[in-house]
């Protein structure tokens, strides 16, 4: 499976629909135990896949987040994104909209180029 989602049951059964499948999760300790399933072999501590180990369980090559899965996963999201392995990571937002104060992949954008149209 090249895709895999982690976040409110209701996407999820939007994504079931599209063929792409997920974990439901309803609070930060579910949510960490379904992304370190995902990533089995990360050394957390160390910041790498350890050899021999399979970086994504579930064969997964993007792993779809909600925004509020992403903000229970904290410092460890963080740390996965810096080790630049496989399953790259998409936030989208949950099924209650954007989360306050989040800024946009445009507003980051516009705010790194420095240009406002």
């Known amino acids: 499976m090249d895709y895999f989602f982690i976040g ?34 990360w050394d957390e501590t160390a910041g790498v896949v350890l050899p ?3 970086a994504a369980a579930e064969g997964c090559r993007v792993l779809i987040i909600t925004e509020e899965v992403a903000d229970w996963l904290g410092d460890l999201l963080i740390k996965w994104q810096l080790a630049d392995q496989y399953p790259l990571i998409v936030e989208i937002p ?3 909209g954007r989360l306050e104060g989040r800024k946009t992949l ?3 954008i516009r705010e790194a180029i420095g240009i406002h149209v």
């Open 8 to 41: 409110d049951p209701e996407l999820l059964t939007a994504f079931r629909f599209v063929g792409i499948g997920g974990m439901p999760v309803g609070d930060a300790g579910e949510a960490r135990a379904a992304f370190l399933r995902i990533t089995s072999g």
């Open 94 to 96: 949950g099924v209650m």
């Open 106 to 108: 445009v507003d980051s």
């Open 52 to 54: 021999g180990t399979i």
